[in-house]
């Protein structure tokens, strides 16, 4: 379809939530660091996790390309190898650097929800629906 962009990205061995649309200003608004849309993601880990590597991401850690420390902006941990990681931007392999910034390293990636949407559990890979004026309102927090 002519001029359908995504909004942000997903690695190729990610799986999840992907926005598409013809909305530059939607894109701008969804992708852009400082409107701080929550992207949540499942992640599975290879190692054990502990409280104090959920600890770190919550306070910071610093990547390799930036001075800057970047912090999640919710982590739980759910089992001893997941997480529910929530971010508010979106650098380079963000979740797989922070990760791996506190000692562990990412096995399985999921994006599991943009905002207030969350990817329906009936929606099987590949598959796509159009989203209707309450998913919008969902994701953009209204």
Same mark, same amino acid.
């Given at each position: 379809?002519?001029g359908?962009?995504?909004? *942000?990205?997903?690695?190729?061995?990610?799986?999840?939530?992907?926005?598409?649309?013809?909305?530059?200003?939607?894109i701008?608004?969804?992708s852009? &660091?400082?409107?701080?849309? &929550?992207?949540?993601?499942?992640?599975?880990?290879?190692?054990l996790?502990?409280?104090?590597?959920?600890?770190k991401l919550?306070? *910071? =850690?610093?990547l390799?390309?930036?001075?800057?420390?970047?912090?999640?902006?919710?982590?739980?941990?759910?089992?001893?190898?997941?997480?529910?990681?929530?971010?508010?931007?979106?650098?380079?392999h963000? =979740?797989?650097?922070?990760?791996?910034?506190?000692?562990?390293?990412?096995e399985?990636l999921?994006?599991?929800?943009? *905002?207030?949407l969350?990817? &329906?559990?009936?929606?099987?890979?590949g598959?796509?629906?159009?989203?209707?004026?309450?998913?919008?309102?969902?994701?953009? *927090?209204t």
């Amino acid at each position: 379809v002519q001029g359908v962009q995504a909004v *942000g990205r997903l690695d190729q061995d990610t799986t999840g939530l992907l926005l598409l649309t013809d909305d530059g200003k939607f894109i701008h608004r969804m992708s852009s &660091p400082k409107h701080h849309v &929550p992207k949540v993601y499942e992640v599975t880990v290879k190692h054990l996790l502990e409280m104090r590597q959920v600890e770190k991401l919550l306070a *910071g =850690v610093v990547l390799e390309d930036d001075p800057k420390p970047v912090r999640a902006a919710a982590c739980e941990k759910v089992s001893d190898l997941h997480l529910r990681l929530t971010l508010t931007e979106g650098k380079y392999h963000q =979740v797989k650097r922070m990760v791996a910034a506190v000692g562990n390293r990412v096995e399985g990636l999921h994006r599991s929800q943009i *905002g207030g949407l969350h990817l &329906p559990h009936d929606l099987l890979p590949g598959q796509w629906r159009w989203l209707d004026t309450e998913d919008l309102a969902r994701i953009s *927090g209204t």
